[in-house]
Protein backbone atom coordinates (compact mmCIF):
# COMPACT_ATOMS: atom_id res chain seq x y z
CA UNK A 1 0.00 0.00 0.00
CA UNK A 2 3.00 2.47 0.74
CA UNK A 3 4.36 2.12 -2.56
CA UNK A 4 0.98 2.25 -4.15
CA UNK A 5 0.48 5.41 -2.52
CA UNK A 6 3.56 7.03 -3.01
CA UNK A 7 2.96 5.72 -6.81
CA UNK A 8 0.06 7.52 -6.93
CA UNK A 9 1.63 10.91 -5.09
CA UNK A 10 4.01 10.77 -8.08
CA UNK A 11 1.91 10.65 -10.85
CA UNK A 12 -0.25 13.89 -9.40
CA UNK A 13 2.85 15.93 -8.64
CA UNK A 14 3.93 15.12 -12.22
CA UNK A 15 0.47 15.20 -14.23
CA UNK A 16 -0.89 18.02 -12.96
CA UNK A 17 0.15 21.39 -14.17
CA UNK A 18 -0.99 23.42 -11.20
CA UNK A 19 1.06 21.49 -9.03
CA UNK A 20 4.01 21.64 -11.56
CA UNK A 21 3.57 25.64 -12.24
CA UNK A 22 3.24 26.18 -8.35
CA UNK A 23 6.64 24.23 -7.91
CA UNK A 24 8.04 26.74 -10.66
CA UNK A 25 6.79 29.54 -9.17
CA UNK A 26 7.89 29.32 -5.75
CA UNK A 27 11.32 28.64 -7.44
CA UNK A 28 11.28 32.10 -8.46
CA UNK A 29 10.36 33.63 -5.49
CA UNK A 30 13.56 32.73 -3.17
CA UNK A 31 12.83 34.36 -0.27
CA UNK A 32 9.93 34.13 1.86
CA UNK A 33 8.64 34.49 5.73
CA UNK A 34 8.19 32.37 8.37
CA UNK A 35 6.22 32.92 11.32
CA UNK A 36 6.13 31.22 14.35
CA UNK A 37 3.26 32.60 16.36
CA UNK A 38 1.50 31.21 19.50
CA UNK A 39 1.00 30.73 23.08
CA UNK A 40 4.29 30.08 23.71
CA UNK A 41 4.98 33.60 23.32
CA UNK A 42 3.56 34.53 26.61
CA UNK A 43 6.38 32.62 28.76
CA UNK A 44 8.56 33.49 25.59
CA UNK A 45 11.23 30.97 26.81
CA UNK A 46 10.29 31.19 30.58
CA UNK A 47 8.63 28.95 32.67
CA UNK A 48 8.39 29.56 36.67
CA UNK A 49 11.57 31.75 36.63
CA UNK A 50 13.66 29.22 34.60
CA UNK A 51 15.23 29.93 31.04
CA UNK A 52 15.05 27.09 28.04
CA UNK A 53 18.69 26.54 28.74
CA UNK A 54 18.15 25.82 32.61
CA UNK A 55 15.74 23.29 31.52
CA UNK A 56 18.25 21.50 28.91
CA UNK A 57 16.78 22.76 25.61
CA UNK A 58 18.33 25.69 24.66
CA UNK A 59 16.60 26.71 21.46
CA UNK A 60 13.53 26.58 20.26
CA UNK A 61 11.34 28.89 23.17
CA UNK A 62 8.19 26.98 21.25
CA UNK A 63 8.59 23.81 22.39
CA UNK A 64 8.68 24.93 26.17
CA UNK A 65 5.32 23.10 26.95
CA UNK A 66 7.39 20.30 26.65
CA UNK A 67 10.78 21.30 28.02
CA UNK A 68 9.15 22.51 31.21
CA UNK A 69 6.47 18.97 31.33
CA UNK A 70 3.40 21.85 31.74
CA UNK A 71 0.21 19.71 32.35
CA UNK A 72 -2.32 20.47 29.30
CA UNK A 73 -4.86 22.31 31.51
CA UNK A 74 -2.35 24.91 32.78
CA UNK A 75 -0.98 25.77 29.10
CA UNK A 76 -4.37 25.82 28.02
CA UNK A 77 -4.98 28.45 30.10
CA UNK A 78 -2.41 30.67 29.05
CA UNK A 79 -5.36 31.47 26.02
CA UNK A 80 -6.97 33.77 28.48
CA UNK A 81 -4.20 35.98 28.85
CA UNK A 82 -3.34 36.11 25.01
CA UNK A 83 -4.18 39.42 23.76
CA UNK A 84 -1.94 40.52 21.23
CA UNK A 85 -3.25 44.12 20.83
CA UNK A 86 -0.16 45.24 18.93
CA UNK A 87 -0.28 42.72 16.37
CA UNK A 88 -1.09 44.19 12.55
CA UNK A 89 -1.51 42.31 9.76
CA UNK A 90 -0.07 45.22 7.91
CA UNK A 91 2.56 45.72 9.27
CA UNK A 92 4.42 41.83 8.92
CA UNK A 93 3.23 41.90 5.58
CA UNK A 94 4.83 44.94 4.56
CA UNK A 95 8.00 44.26 6.43
CA UNK A 96 7.89 40.97 4.92
CA UNK A 97 7.68 42.47 1.60
CA UNK A 98 9.85 45.57 1.73
CA UNK A 99 12.63 42.95 3.12
CA UNK A 100 12.70 41.11 -0.73
CA UNK A 101 10.26 38.51 0.63
CA UNK A 102 7.24 37.03 -1.84
CA UNK A 103 5.48 34.54 0.74
CA UNK A 104 4.58 33.98 4.05
CA UNK A 105 4.05 31.12 5.67
CA UNK A 106 2.49 31.21 9.35
CA UNK A 107 2.27 28.20 12.00
CA UNK A 108 -2.07 27.65 11.64
CA UNK A 109 -1.05 25.32 14.59
CA UNK A 110 2.34 24.35 16.23
CA UNK A 111 2.80 21.34 18.08
CA UNK A 112 0.75 23.10 21.28
CA UNK A 113 -1.97 22.23 19.47
CA UNK A 114 -3.23 25.97 19.31
CA UNK A 115 -5.24 26.73 15.98
CA UNK A 116 -4.21 30.67 15.40
CA UNK A 117 -6.97 31.18 13.44
CA UNK A 118 -11.03 30.86 13.85
CA UNK A 119 -11.06 26.32 14.14
CA UNK A 120 -14.70 25.17 14.12
CA UNK A 121 -13.22 21.48 14.49
CA UNK A 122 -11.30 22.96 17.94
CA UNK A 123 -12.58 25.68 19.95
CA UNK A 124 -8.36 25.73 21.23
CA UNK A 125 -8.21 28.79 18.82
CA UNK A 126 -7.53 32.60 18.88
CA UNK A 127 -10.82 33.59 17.98
CA UNK A 128 -13.03 31.23 20.53
CA UNK A 129 -10.70 30.87 23.58
CA UNK A 130 -8.64 33.98 23.88
CA UNK A 131 -9.75 37.47 25.23
CA UNK A 132 -8.14 38.88 21.38
CA UNK A 133 -11.25 37.10 19.64
CA UNK A 134 -9.53 38.14 16.45
CA UNK A 135 -8.53 35.80 13.88
CA UNK A 136 -4.70 36.16 13.44
CA UNK A 137 -4.67 33.72 10.38
CA UNK A 138 -7.00 35.31 8.26
CA UNK A 139 -5.94 38.95 9.16
CA UNK A 140 -2.34 38.04 7.68
CA UNK A 141 -4.10 35.99 4.22
CA UNK A 142 -5.86 39.61 3.70
CA UNK A 143 -3.14 41.25 4.20
CA UNK A 144 -1.59 39.36 2.17
CA UNK A 145 -3.33 39.73 -0.80
CA UNK A 146 -3.56 43.45 -0.08
CA UNK A 147 0.21 43.73 -0.54
CA UNK A 148 0.61 40.64 -3.57
CA UNK A 149 2.25 38.13 -1.46
CA UNK A 150 1.68 34.12 -1.66
CA UNK A 151 0.43 32.85 1.58
CA UNK A 152 1.20 29.46 3.45
CA UNK A 153 0.38 27.15 6.21
CA UNK A 154 2.54 25.94 8.92
CA UNK A 155 0.64 23.27 9.85
CA UNK A 156 1.67 20.40 13.04
CA UNK A 157 0.38 17.24 11.71
CA UNK A 158 1.76 14.13 13.81
CA UNK A 159 2.67 16.55 17.14
CA UNK A 160 -0.29 17.79 18.91
CA UNK A 161 0.55 18.33 22.72
CA UNK A 162 -3.07 19.03 23.34
CA UNK A 163 -4.84 16.51 21.53
CA UNK A 164 -3.03 13.74 19.98
CA UNK A 165 1.03 13.14 19.53
CA UNK A 166 0.89 10.86 23.39
CA UNK A 167 -1.54 8.76 22.02
CA UNK A 168 0.78 7.59 18.80
CA UNK A 169 3.38 7.64 20.59
CA UNK A 170 1.51 4.79 23.29
CA UNK A 171 -0.08 3.07 20.37
CA UNK A 172 3.38 2.74 18.84
CA UNK A 173 4.95 1.46 21.96
CA UNK A 174 2.61 -1.27 22.34
CA UNK A 175 2.90 -3.04 18.70
CA UNK A 176 6.49 -1.64 19.15
CA UNK A 177 7.34 -3.95 22.41
CA UNK A 178 5.53 -7.24 21.53
CA UNK A 179 8.30 -6.93 18.84
CA UNK A 180 10.90 -6.14 21.31
CA UNK A 181 12.40 -2.86 19.77
CA UNK A 182 12.21 0.45 21.04
CA UNK A 183 10.19 3.57 20.49
CA UNK A 184 11.04 6.79 19.65
CA UNK A 185 9.15 9.05 22.95
CA UNK A 186 10.73 12.64 20.72
CA UNK A 187 7.70 14.97 20.46
CA UNK A 188 5.00 12.99 22.28
CA UNK A 189 3.61 14.49 25.21
CA UNK A 190 4.57 12.51 28.15
CA UNK A 191 3.78 13.64 31.09
CA UNK A 192 0.15 14.54 30.99
CA UNK A 193 -1.14 11.66 28.78
CA UNK A 194 -4.51 12.34 27.22
CA UNK A 195 -7.62 10.43 26.49
CA UNK A 196 -8.18 10.11 22.64
CA UNK A 197 -6.35 7.46 20.63
CA UNK A 198 -4.34 8.86 18.01
CA UNK A 199 -6.79 7.77 15.05
CA UNK A 200 -9.33 10.19 17.39
CA UNK A 201 -7.47 13.35 16.83
CA UNK A 202 -6.54 12.27 12.98
CA UNK A 203 -10.31 12.24 12.38
CA UNK A 204 -11.71 14.97 15.25
CA UNK A 205 -9.07 17.21 14.86
CA UNK A 206 -6.00 17.15 12.92
CA UNK A 207 -7.77 16.18 9.52
CA UNK A 208 -10.97 18.32 9.48
CA UNK A 209 -8.90 21.42 10.80
CA UNK A 210 -6.48 20.76 7.43
CA UNK A 211 -9.87 21.05 5.72
CA UNK A 212 -11.24 24.18 6.85
CA UNK A 213 -8.15 25.97 6.18
CA UNK A 214 -8.39 24.27 2.68
CA UNK A 215 -11.68 25.94 2.56
CA UNK A 216 -11.24 28.97 4.23
CA UNK A 217 -8.13 30.01 2.29
CA UNK A 218 -8.90 28.94 -1.22
CA UNK A 219 -5.60 29.70 -3.04
CA UNK A 220 -3.12 28.41 -0.64
CA UNK A 221 0.67 28.57 -1.81
CA UNK A 222 2.33 25.32 -0.04
CA UNK A 223 0.97 23.66 3.60
CA UNK A 224 4.19 23.16 5.78
CA UNK A 225 4.11 19.72 7.44
CA UNK A 226 6.36 19.52 9.72
CA UNK A 227 7.81 16.22 12.09
CA UNK A 228 6.22 13.41 10.68
CA UNK A 229 7.44 11.58 13.67
CA UNK A 230 5.83 7.95 13.63
CA UNK A 231 3.48 8.82 11.21
CA UNK A 232 2.37 5.50 8.81
CA UNK A 233 2.71 5.96 5.19
CA UNK A 234 -1.01 5.97 4.92
CA UNK A 235 -1.39 8.67 7.80
CA UNK A 236 1.14 10.96 5.36
CA UNK A 237 -0.75 9.69 2.59
CA UNK A 238 -4.02 10.93 3.76
CA UNK A 239 -2.90 14.52 4.66
CA UNK A 240 -1.59 14.30 1.11
CA UNK A 241 -5.07 13.14 -0.62
CA UNK A 242 -7.07 15.48 1.90
CA UNK A 243 -5.09 18.39 0.28
CA UNK A 244 -4.41 17.58 -3.07
CA UNK A 245 -8.25 16.76 -3.62
CA UNK A 246 -9.14 20.81 -2.42
CA UNK A 247 -6.41 21.99 -3.54
CA UNK A 248 -3.82 20.22 -6.46
CA UNK A 249 -2.19 23.73 -6.66
CA UNK A 250 -0.74 23.52 -3.08
CA UNK A 251 2.97 22.15 -2.52
CA UNK A 252 3.78 20.27 0.25
CA UNK A 253 6.73 19.76 2.36
CA UNK A 254 8.29 16.64 2.64
CA UNK A 255 7.97 16.58 6.09
CA UNK A 256 4.89 15.42 5.48
CA UNK A 257 6.60 11.93 5.85
CA UNK A 258 7.08 8.97 4.35
CA UNK A 259 8.76 10.63 1.42
CA UNK A 260 5.71 11.80 0.18
CA UNK A 261 6.13 15.84 0.02
CA UNK A 262 6.32 18.44 -3.48
CA UNK A 263 9.54 20.11 -1.81
CA UNK A 264 12.41 19.50 0.16
CA UNK A 265 13.37 20.95 3.67
CA UNK A 266 17.23 20.20 4.40
CA UNK A 267 17.38 20.55 7.82
CA UNK A 268 16.27 23.45 9.94
CA UNK A 269 19.08 26.21 9.62
CA UNK A 270 20.91 24.08 7.37
CA UNK A 271 22.12 24.48 3.83
CA UNK A 272 22.98 21.43 2.16
CA UNK A 273 26.55 20.75 1.13
CA UNK A 274 27.54 22.21 -2.43
CA UNK A 275 27.27 19.32 -4.12
CA UNK A 276 23.95 18.17 -2.58
CA UNK A 277 21.71 17.84 -5.51
CA UNK A 278 17.75 17.45 -5.17
CA UNK A 279 15.38 15.65 -7.10
CA UNK A 280 12.77 18.24 -5.79
CA UNK A 281 12.84 22.02 -5.21
CA UNK A 282 14.27 22.88 -1.64
CA UNK A 283 13.75 25.36 0.76
CA UNK A 284 16.56 26.40 4.02
CA UNK A 285 14.66 27.85 6.48
CA UNK A 286 16.09 29.86 8.80
CA UNK A 287 16.05 31.62 12.10
CA UNK A 288 16.60 35.41 12.86
CA UNK A 289 18.07 34.34 16.40
CA UNK A 290 18.36 31.31 18.19
CA UNK A 291 14.29 30.37 18.05
CA UNK A 292 11.50 30.29 16.11
CA UNK A 293 9.16 31.14 18.51
CA UNK A 294 9.45 34.05 20.45
CA UNK A 295 12.53 34.08 23.42
CA UNK A 296 12.13 37.25 25.24
CA UNK A 297 16.20 36.71 26.13
CA UNK A 298 17.68 36.06 23.06
CA UNK A 299 19.70 38.54 21.43
CA UNK A 300 22.13 36.68 19.16
CA UNK A 301 20.79 38.38 16.16
CA UNK A 302 22.43 37.42 12.84
CA UNK A 303 23.54 40.81 11.17
CA UNK A 304 22.51 42.00 8.00
CA UNK A 305 25.71 40.87 5.99
CA UNK A 306 24.96 37.23 7.56
CA UNK A 307 21.36 37.08 6.64
CA UNK A 308 22.94 38.29 3.13
CA UNK A 309 25.43 36.01 3.10
CA UNK A 310 22.39 32.92 3.68
CA UNK A 311 20.23 34.61 1.13
CA UNK A 312 23.03 34.19 -1.34
CA UNK A 313 24.58 30.87 -0.61
CA UNK A 314 21.09 29.07 -0.49
CA UNK A 315 19.88 30.85 -3.31
CA UNK A 316 23.49 30.30 -5.22
CA UNK A 317 22.77 26.83 -4.84
CA UNK A 318 19.67 26.86 -6.41
CA UNK A 319 17.36 26.72 -2.78
CA UNK A 320 14.83 28.84 -1.42
CA UNK A 321 15.80 30.80 1.91
CA UNK A 322 12.44 31.42 3.80
CA UNK A 323 13.31 33.16 7.54
CA UNK A 324 11.57 33.73 10.60
CA UNK A 325 9.90 35.90 12.77
CA UNK A 326 8.81 34.89 16.26
CA UNK A 327 6.22 37.60 17.44
CA UNK A 328 6.25 38.58 21.14
CA UNK A 329 2.79 38.13 22.97
CA UNK A 330 1.48 41.41 22.28
CA UNK A 331 1.79 41.12 18.81
CA UNK A 332 5.03 43.08 18.23
CA UNK A 333 8.19 42.22 16.35
CA UNK A 334 11.20 42.60 18.31
CA UNK A 335 12.87 45.72 17.07
CA UNK A 336 16.06 44.09 16.07
CA UNK A 337 14.43 41.84 14.13
CA UNK A 338 12.58 44.02 12.13
CA UNK A 339 15.61 46.32 11.76
CA UNK A 340 17.63 43.77 10.41
CA UNK A 341 15.04 42.59 7.57
CA UNK A 342 14.95 46.48 6.51
CA UNK A 343 18.57 46.47 6.02
CA UNK A 344 18.17 43.24 3.74
CA UNK A 345 15.53 44.92 1.89
CA UNK A 346 17.82 48.30 1.49
CA UNK A 347 19.72 45.81 -0.63
CA UNK A 348 17.36 43.65 -2.36
CA UNK A 349 15.87 46.73 -3.68
CA UNK A 350 19.41 47.58 -5.58
CA UNK A 351 20.02 43.46 -6.06
CA UNK A 352 16.93 41.36 -6.18
CA UNK A 353 16.83 40.79 -9.83
CA UNK A 354 19.82 38.64 -9.17
CA UNK A 355 17.69 36.42 -6.49
CA UNK A 356 13.83 36.53 -8.30
CA UNK A 357 13.66 33.68 -11.47
CA UNK A 358 17.48 32.82 -11.06
CA UNK A 359 18.52 29.25 -11.02
CA UNK A 360 21.76 27.76 -9.87
CA UNK A 361 24.83 28.57 -12.09
CA UNK A 362 27.40 25.56 -13.02
CA UNK A 363 29.90 27.13 -10.23
CA UNK A 364 27.95 28.29 -7.19
CA UNK A 365 30.18 29.77 -4.90
CA UNK A 366 33.93 29.83 -4.51
CA UNK A 367 34.47 29.45 -0.89
CA UNK A 368 32.99 27.46 2.37
CA UNK A 369 30.46 25.33 2.26
CA UNK A 370 27.97 22.73 4.38
CA UNK A 371 27.15 25.51 6.88
CA UNK A 372 24.83 25.79 9.70
CA UNK A 373 23.49 28.86 11.25
CA UNK A 374 21.86 27.51 14.38
CA UNK A 375 23.52 30.21 16.80
CA UNK A 376 26.93 32.15 17.17
CA UNK A 377 28.16 28.94 20.14
CA UNK A 378 27.05 26.37 17.32
CA UNK A 379 28.82 28.17 14.89
CA UNK A 380 32.14 28.42 16.61
CA UNK A 381 31.88 25.11 17.76
CA UNK A 382 32.07 23.67 14.30
CA UNK A 383 34.61 25.87 13.20
CA UNK A 384 32.77 28.39 11.14
CA UNK A 385 33.21 32.32 11.31
CA UNK A 386 31.83 34.70 8.82
CA UNK A 387 34.72 36.03 6.68
CA UNK A 388 33.99 37.85 4.18
CA UNK A 389 36.18 38.67 1.46
CA UNK A 390 36.43 40.34 -1.44
CA UNK A 391 37.30 37.41 -3.25
CA UNK A 392 34.25 35.52 -2.51
CA UNK A 393 31.33 35.37 -5.35
CA UNK A 394 28.32 33.74 -5.60
CA UNK A 395 26.38 33.37 -8.87
CA UNK A 396 23.26 32.52 -10.17
CA UNK A 397 21.82 32.48 -13.44
CA UNK A 398 18.57 33.51 -15.95
CA UNK A 399 18.59 32.30 -19.39
CA UNK A 400 21.68 33.52 -21.08
CA UNK A 401 22.24 36.06 -18.05
CA UNK A 402 24.95 35.53 -15.32
CA UNK A 403 25.13 37.38 -11.95
CA UNK A 404 27.93 37.83 -9.71
CA UNK A 405 27.07 39.09 -6.02
CA UNK A 406 30.60 39.81 -3.63
CA UNK A 407 29.20 40.59 -0.39
CA UNK A 408 32.54 43.00 0.18
CA UNK A 409 33.99 45.39 -2.54
CA UNK A 410 38.08 45.69 -2.63
CA UNK A 411 39.18 48.96 -1.37
CA UNK A 412 40.65 49.42 -4.28
CA UNK A 413 38.07 48.76 -6.38
CA UNK A 414 39.29 46.78 -8.60
CA UNK A 415 37.77 43.26 -9.09
CA UNK A 416 38.42 39.98 -10.39
CA UNK A 417 35.87 37.43 -10.86
CA UNK A 418 38.05 34.20 -11.41
CA UNK A 419 34.99 32.28 -12.61
CA UNK A 420 33.87 34.00 -15.05
CA UNK A 421 37.32 34.55 -17.72
CA UNK A 422 37.22 33.64 -21.20
CA UNK A 423 37.90 30.05 -20.97
CA UNK A 424 34.52 29.63 -19.52
CA UNK A 425 32.09 32.14 -21.33
CA UNK A 426 32.49 34.76 -23.44
CA UNK A 427 30.60 38.03 -22.06
CA UNK A 428 29.53 40.77 -24.07
CA UNK A 429 28.05 43.12 -21.46
CA UNK A 430 29.23 43.77 -17.80
CA UNK A 431 26.53 46.06 -15.61
CA UNK A 432 26.83 47.05 -11.66
CA UNK A 433 23.21 46.58 -10.60
CA UNK A 434 21.77 49.82 -9.30
CA UNK A 435 24.24 52.14 -11.26
CA UNK A 436 24.51 51.31 -15.27
CA UNK A 437 26.84 49.32 -17.76
CA UNK A 438 30.60 49.21 -16.69
CA UNK A 439 33.63 49.03 -19.15
CA UNK A 440 35.66 45.34 -18.53
CA UNK A 441 38.52 43.23 -19.90
CA UNK A 442 38.25 39.56 -19.60
CA UNK A 443 40.93 37.31 -19.62
CA UNK A 444 41.97 33.64 -18.77
CA UNK A 445 42.83 34.50 -15.62
CA UNK A 446 38.44 36.31 -14.98
CA UNK A 447 36.56 39.08 -15.66
CA UNK A 448 38.21 42.50 -14.84
CA UNK A 449 36.40 45.35 -14.04
CA UNK A 450 36.82 49.14 -11.81
CA UNK A 451 33.58 49.90 -9.37
CA UNK A 452 32.60 53.46 -10.08
CA UNK A 453 33.41 55.97 -7.46
CA UNK A 454 29.50 57.01 -5.70
CA UNK A 455 27.94 53.71 -4.81
CA UNK A 456 27.40 52.36 -1.09
CA UNK A 457 29.43 49.22 -0.83
CA UNK A 458 28.96 48.05 2.69
CA UNK A 459 27.13 44.77 1.42
CA UNK A 460 29.52 44.89 -1.93
CA UNK A 461 27.78 44.61 -5.37
CA UNK A 462 26.55 42.58 -8.04
CA UNK A 463 27.24 42.05 -11.69
CA UNK A 464 24.75 41.11 -14.12
CA UNK A 465 26.69 39.83 -17.17
CA UNK A 466 25.81 38.80 -20.69
CA UNK A 467 27.24 36.81 -23.10
CA UNK A 468 27.48 33.61 -24.39
O1 LIG B 1 9.87 21.31 16.17
C1 LIG B 1 9.81 22.23 15.13
C2 LIG B 1 10.31 23.57 15.52
O2 LIG B 1 9.60 24.04 16.62
C3 LIG B 1 10.15 24.50 14.34
O3 LIG B 1 8.80 24.60 13.98
C4 LIG B 1 10.94 23.96 13.18
C5 LIG B 1 10.90 24.78 11.94
O4 LIG B 1 11.44 24.08 10.88
N1 LIG B 1 10.48 22.63 12.84
C6 LIG B 1 10.50 21.68 13.92
C7 LIG B 1 11.82 21.12 14.13
O5 LIG B 1 12.39 20.68 12.95
Redesign the pocket.
Known amino acids: ASAQNKTMRQQWQHMHSAKKEALTAFQNDRFGMFI?WGLYAIPGGIWKGKKMEEMGVPN?A??IQLVARIPRQEYADLANKFNPTRFNADTIVLMAKHAGMKYIVITAK??EGFAMYRSTASGFNIADATPFKRDAVTELYQACKRHGLAFGLYYSHNIDWADGADAQYQETKAINDKKGLPTDSFGANLWDPGKNSFQQYLDKKAIPQVKELLAKYPDLKCIWF??PGLMTPAQSFRFYKTVYQQQPQIIITQRIGNNMGDYD?PG?NKIPDQAAEFALPWET?GTLNNS?GYKSYDNDWKSPGELLYWLVEIVSKGGNYMLNIGPAADGSVPAQAAANLKAVGQWMQVNSEAIYNTRRYSITHEGPSNLRMDNTEQRQKEGFTLSITPEDFWFTQKNKTVYAIALKAPENRQVTVKTLSIKNRTITRVELLGNGPLPFTQHDNGLHFILPEGPDYTHGFVIKTTGR
Request: glycine content about 0%.
Open positions: HVEWHHDMIDVW
